[in-house]
């Protein structure tokens, strides 16, 4: 919505260069209003549906139509995602499946995004961590988890796995020391992305 974008301010900046930033007035969201005025086609299209004919290019934010025979998440990665999830559900096992953002977790049998469920800050530094603390509930989630999927890793920083582990070392490796050495606390991570 115009004039009610989210922006993080940095600790060296003022607020006069936040609202000067460039790109700072065009995100996925907007764009896509945009496309449903450039593309009246798209305007019949559900959410989970736009993926399917249009991609949001990271650097620009702008939606444009995807090139013939070319398709994304609810094809190929979401037929090897959900026999997994289901397959370890059945045996009453948990797993976590994740995305990176709120449209890609529309085709996993997830509803959260990384940064929400594993409390990732948005301000992400060589020295992060996550928002999991001690005796919660979760990290008591965690400590049952057989296996998270992680959607469109490549997409996301390097810091932000690097939080999630440091996290996980210290909350796991809290009950289990031999936990403090292994990546991720010891738990199984599938990171998955269209790697094209």
């Known amino acids: 919505m115009p004039n009610q974008h989210l922006g993080t301010l940095r600790n060296s900046e003022c607020l006069p260069d936040l609202l000067e930033r460039e ?25 989970a549906e736009i993926l399917k004919h249009y991609v949001c290019h990271e650097q620009s934010k702008m939606w444009k139509q995807r090139k013939q025979g070319r398709c994304i998440g609810g094809t190929e990665k979401t037929f090897l995602y959900k026999p997994i999830i289901s397959r370890l559900r059945s045996e009453c096992k948990i797993v976590i499946a994740v995305a990176y953002s709120d449209i ?10 990384t940064h929400s469920r594993f409390i990732i800050p948005l301000e992400l ?10 005796n919660t509930h979760l990290t008591k989630l965690m400590q049952e988890v057989e296996l998270i999927i992680w959607d469109e890793a490549p997409t996301i920083q ?10 996980l070392r210290d909350t796991l490796g809290y009950l289990a020391l031999e936990t403090k050495n292994k990546i991720f606390g010891g738990l199984t991570v599938l990171l998955g992305s269209d790697f094209r």
């Not at 790109?23 to 764009?31: A, E, K």
């Not at 810091?159 to 440091?166: H, Q, R, S, T, V």
């Open 23 to 47: 790109g700072i007035n065009v995100t996925m969201f907007t764009d896509w209003f945009d496309l449903n005025e450039r593309h009246p086609p798209a305007r019949i299209l559900m959410c």
């Open 104 to 113: 890609a977790f529309l085709f996993l049998l997830a509803r959260r995004t």
């Open 125 to 134: 530094l060589e020295n992060s961590t996550c928002g999991i603390k001690q």
């Open 158 to 167: 390097k810091y932000a796995f690097e939080a999630l582990d440091k996290t």
